[in-house]
């Protein structure tokens, strides 16, 4: 099977050869679909979400890996309901990103890239910065001025050079467009690699429940590459007959800024107005996603949905699961919250099996959580 660059608006395909981020006037990419892999192609000596190279679109004898994947599922009972939590903060640096951010630079690297941009509130340039370090490359990261401490002291320590941008996330998006005339984009919301990478979970939550999907799967959701990623991995499952029918993924977002949500919700196809106003779940506070018609159609074509939550109903998310050990920032506490409003309304039940994708951990938004503790620091 032939593997290539895909614009999935017009169709158009560029050759898989030579780096890339985005297609003919700045239209997002994804990739050619993939076969999927069976359990038995699994490399079961790899601990570690090499051990499903076989699905990638490349070959990559000498990846950059620190041990990402492999998290855990912990079990908890959460508004009368079993819930399966997937603490993707059990990463080297913290968040979910380090998948993507393996693959990516893995694959970048192997094409010849060796110095890369990225743009990030947080958690994805704090990865980006990390294997780029692991990996030999250079990193340059641009993030909103407003991005909590402990995320870009990380990607200083890593060596990256720091650029904080003044404005919301996407005044740090646009910047950053606008660099990559200069300077090779590795963006995780543009480049398809990145995606690849977050195809993992599926691939890893179909190998932690027995090799069969779970019925939902509720993500935070930003710009949309927990959604995509579930969607192209569960898809190859389903495309190489190792599951009988795809789970139903439904994305949590902030009142606050949430368009996706918003334009799910008005069952709209082109984005709604929506409010763009700061949030404690900063993680997911993109304004613009770039590849909202996608993430709708992963969410619709799932028979999933979206819940739009308050800044009082993540908050108290937040503080419900730290009381249950469970401590992760607010941004990955919106899916307990979005797990209470989907069972109230009936769109699941607590037969099924839910997984709640928890991100990142709470360590790297301490100061909000100290607000919200009533701390001062």
Request: glycine letters at 10%; charged letters at 15%; proline letters at 7%.
């Amino acid at each position: 099977m032939e593997i290539a660059y895909l614009d999935p608006r017009s169709g158009a395909t560029f050759p898989i050869d030579s780096p890339r981020w985005c297609g003919d006037a700045l239209a997002p990419l994804l990739l050619t679909p993939l076969p999927g892999i069976t359990r038995a192609q699994i490399d079961t000596a790899e601990r570690s979400l090499w051990r499903y190279r076989a699905a990638f679109p490349l070959d990559c004898p000498h990846p950059i890996s620190m041990g990402e994947g492999c998290t855990p599922i912990v079990r908890r009972r959460l508004h009368g309901a079993e819930a399966l939590l997937k603490c993707e903060w059990f990463m080297p640096t913290g968040s979910f990103k380090d998948r993507g951010a393996s693959v990516m630079l893995s694959l970048l690297r192997q094409q010849g890239v060796d110095a890369v941009l990225e743009d990030s509130s947080g958690n994805g340039g704090a990865a980006v910065a990390a294997y780029a370090a692991a990996g030999g490359m250079r990193a340059t990261i641009m993030a909103p001025e407003s991005t909590s401490p402990a995320k870009t002291v990380a990607m200083r320590a890593h060596g990256a050079s720091v650029e904080l941008i003044p404005g919301n996330r996407q005044a740090t998006a646009d910047a950053a467009v606008a660099r990559s005339a200069s300077l090779f984009y590795a963006s995780h919301n543009w480049q398809p690699f990145f995606l690849h990478g977050t195809k993992t979970l599926a691939y890893e939550l179909w190998e932690d429940l027995g090799f069969r999907a779970p019925d939902n799967v509720i993500v935070p959701c930003g710009a949309g590459s927990n959604v995509l990623g579930c969607e192209i991995g569960f898809s190859e499952l389903l495309r190489a007959g190792e599951i009988a029918a795809m789970p139903r993924i439904f994305a949590a977002q902030p009142e606050n800024c949430g368009p996706i949500a918003a334009t799910f919700l008005a069952g709209d196809d082109t984005q709604v107005e929506s409010p763009v106003w700061p949030t404690i779940a900063e993680g997911t506070a993109i304004a613009q996603p770039i590849r909202l018609p996608e993430v709708l159609g992963a969410l619709r074509g799932t028979g999933g949905g979206a819940v739009l939550l308050s800044e009082a109903e993540i908050a108290d998310s937040t503080l419900m699961l730290a009381r249950t050990g469970i401590y992760v920032e607010p941004t990955s506490a919106q899916v307990a919250a979005a797990f209470a409003r989907l069972l109230d309304s009936g769109a699941i039940t607590p037969a099924q099996t839910t997984v709640l994708v928890l991100t990142g951990t709470g360590l790297k938004a301490t100061p909000r959580i100290a607000e919200l503790l009533g701390i001062a620091l």
